[in-house]
């Protein structure tokens, strides 16, 4: 058992990346039922994302997704002045494919709000 919990620690330190170009974000919006921008793409690189909070005014689905419309993660559904709080560790980040834009959606309009960390690296 020991063996196998190194194995995974030494796993997860060779895929540990230490980011130099972090960000964060915050958008707000009344209306984001068609597709918003978050953060622009970047050539030859790769969004990567650790943190995110999401707050709504209206029942919405929520989707991070990338340029062509491909989600990041699952679709949240949230109820009237609900949220979503998500981390994700720097081992194992959200991330979106190289030369992508991150862009949020929602089901429906009313106001949306999205702050977000990560980083922007090369491939990893």
């Known amino acids: 058992m020991v063996d196998a ?11 540990a990346v230490f980011f130099r ?6 958008f707000n919006s009344a209306d ?10 970047i050539a030859e690189k790769k969004i990567y994302i650790f943190t995110m909070i999401v707050s709504v005014g209206a029942d919405m689905t929520v989707t991070i997704q990338d340029e ?6 699952e679709p949240v559904n949230l109820s009237a002045t609900g949220g979503f709080v998500g981390e994700w560790p720097s ?26 960390t990560g980083a922007v690296s090369r491939e990893v």
Not at 5 to 15: C, E, W
């Open 5 to 15: 919990l190194n194995d995974l620690k030494d796993h997860n330190l060779q895929r």
């Open 21 to 26: 170009d972090r960000f964060e974000l915050t």
């Open 91 to 116: 081992y194992a980040p959200l991330s979106l494919d190289v030369n992508k834009a991150l862009e949020v959606i929602t089901s429906a309009a009313g106001a949306v709000s999205v702050t977000i």
């Open 32 to 41: 984001a039922s068609t597709a918003q921008q978050l953060k622009a793409a």
């Open 68 to 73: 062509d419309d491909t989600a990041v993660m």
